[in-house]
């Protein structure tokens, strides 16, 4: 019987790590988080009254084996000056989907099955209302996911306008899971909106499962800025409950210091360092490895390294 991973978290991040662990002996089952209320996603949100899609369509999409043209058209959004305008195909379907079936998750079920997804992919909730708050430093409030993105604030507190109610399946899911991944992505805005809810605290503390999270390469302007490995993990334990983080993977991929000034000039990112005495204080183990690429100018994982680090420390035992 192949091993059990569970997956929280939403964004570019995790649908770039499921292209690469797609293809090994594993059975994933991915928990998306579906607050997010802008762009295109926003708009439907808004209009029929549903929790987002866009995070849930590029799993989907890099989850499925088929034909890359299509994966493409799902991808595609229109510009135009009509109300198509900044709409990606894939959430158009979504959306119809769920007003045929009145439930996200049978919608994501037959998306899967059209277009040959052999993974459970999951929304944390059904809940079309579900609102991400923060609380800055200063004691501000920032209501939304998309604004909470571009205040670049450092917040005191992330949190939900009213508690959510987790799927059942994805409660599930934890309880019968070998690992739990916490991907790369934005800390406040992919990963947290999964671990704040209540219910799946619990299911954590619950659960015998090793929790690894996959450390971003780079820092996110405003909320991690000069966060070390060993930071990102503090705070991720902040929010969770008895259950810690019990492995880390991270990078120790030398990037070309052309590249990485790039970053720290235009986009105020600064690549991510390995606190090594710093973790050894957290009891963590600490998988480190070269894996990061870059493409066009852009520093991404190399997805079938990163999830071969996972595959070996899942079957390590």
């Known amino acids: 019987m192949q091993k059990k991973v569970v997956v929280l978290g939403g964004g570019t991040g995790m649908s770039f790590l499921l292209t690469g662990l797609k293809d090994f ?6 928990v998306i988080t579906v607050s997010d209320n802008g762009r295109s996603t926003g708009k439907l949100r808004r209009e029929f009254n549903m929790p987002a899609v866009g995070d849930i369509r590029k799993v989907i999409t890099n989850l499925s084996s088929i034909d890359s043209n299509i994966k493409e058209m799902l991808e595609y959004r229109f ?21 045929i079936t009145g439930s996200l998750k049978d919608s994501i079920d037959s998306l899967s099955k059209l277009l040959d997804v052999r993974h459970r992919v999951l929304p944390i909730s059904e809940e079309a209302d579900l609102t991400l ?21 450092k917040f005191k507190r992330i949190y ?27 800390l406040y805005t992919s990963i947290l909106p999964n671990i704040i809810c209540k219910e799946i605290k619990n299911a954590l503390n619950d659960s015998k499962a090793p929790i690894m999270y996959l450390c971003n ?3 996110q302007p405003g909320e991690t800025d000069k966060f070390s490995v060993s930071d990102h993990v503090k705070l991720l334990n902040n929010y969770l409950d008895k259950r810690k983080v019990d492995v880390v993977i991270a990078s120790k991929t030398e990037i070309d210091p052309e590249i990485v000034k790039i970053y720290e000039t235009e986009e ?17 183990d600490l998988i480190e490895s070269d894996m990061l690429t870059v493409i066009d100018g852009v520093i991404r994982h190399n997805s079938l390294k990163l999830s071969s680090c996972i595959f070996s420390y899942l079957m390590r035992d």
């Open 25 to 30: 002996p594993v059975d994933i089952t991915a």
């Open 268 to 284: 105020q990112k600064d690549q991510v360092v390995i606190d090594y005495e710093e973790l050894e204080k957290l009891d963590i």
């Open 133 to 153: 708050m923060g609380e800055t430093v200063e004691g501000d409030v920032i209501e939304g996911e998309e604004q909470i993105t571009e205040s670049r604030r």
């Open 217 to 219: 390469a780079m820092t």
């Open 160 to 186: 939900y306008k009213k508690e959510p109610k987790v799927l059942d399946e994805v409660l599930y899911a934890i309880e019968e899971a070998d690992l739990i991944i916490f991907s790369m992505g934005s």
């Open 79 to 99: 510009s135009t000056t009509s109300d198509l305008n900044g709409h990606a195909v894939g959430n158009l379907i979504l959306t119809s989907l769920f007003n």
